[in-house]
């Protein structure tokens, strides 16, 4: 199983379904004082195992061939085998521009059968770059 929350969730949250597609099920939530909506992705694959999802995962450079509108992905800093910091663009219809997002990403085993993925937006990380 996967889940792949903004933050780590409470029982008090209020986390509503808005998708389950091909075996993925999407859930959202609005936090206090957030202009964005937080969301989890849980899913789960019997086919794998657990470390051949992480390895997956943990590939960011590869992520251009497997998500959609991914145009590119890079690391930008490694902390220890099982959380990244990375830089992704991604593309969007015109008359919009290229967009990008940089992330720290923290992989953690829970169990045998279960890996979650925190992920934190870091917009202040870099400067901002023109041209890209």
């Known amino acids: ?15 509503e379904k808005k998708l389950d ?5 999407v859930y959202t939530h609005k936090p206090e004082g957030a202009r964005i909506l937080a969301f989890r992705a849980i899913s789960t694959y019997s086919n794998t195992s657990i470390e051949e999802v992480g390895n997956v995962i943990r590939q960011v450079e ?8 991914c145009k590119s992905a890079e690391i930008l800093k490694s902390i220890g085998e099982e959380e990244q910091i ?5 593309k969007v219809p015109f008359p919009l521009e290229k967009r990008d ?5 923290k992989v953690i085993r829970e169990s045998e059968t ?19």
């Open 114 to 132: 279960t890996v979650r993925i925190l992920l934190e937006g870091m917009p202040d990380y870099l400067e901002t770059r023109k041209g890209t």
């Open 101 to 105: 997002l940089i992330q720290r990403m």
């Open 1 to 15: 199983m996967l889940y792949y929350p903004a933050k780590a969730g409470t029982a008090e949250d209020h986390w």
């Open 21 to 25: 597609k091909n075996g993925i099920a």
């Open 62 to 69: 590869d992520w251009n061939e497997w998500i959609s509108d």
């Open 86 to 90: 990375y830089h992704v663009l991604v």
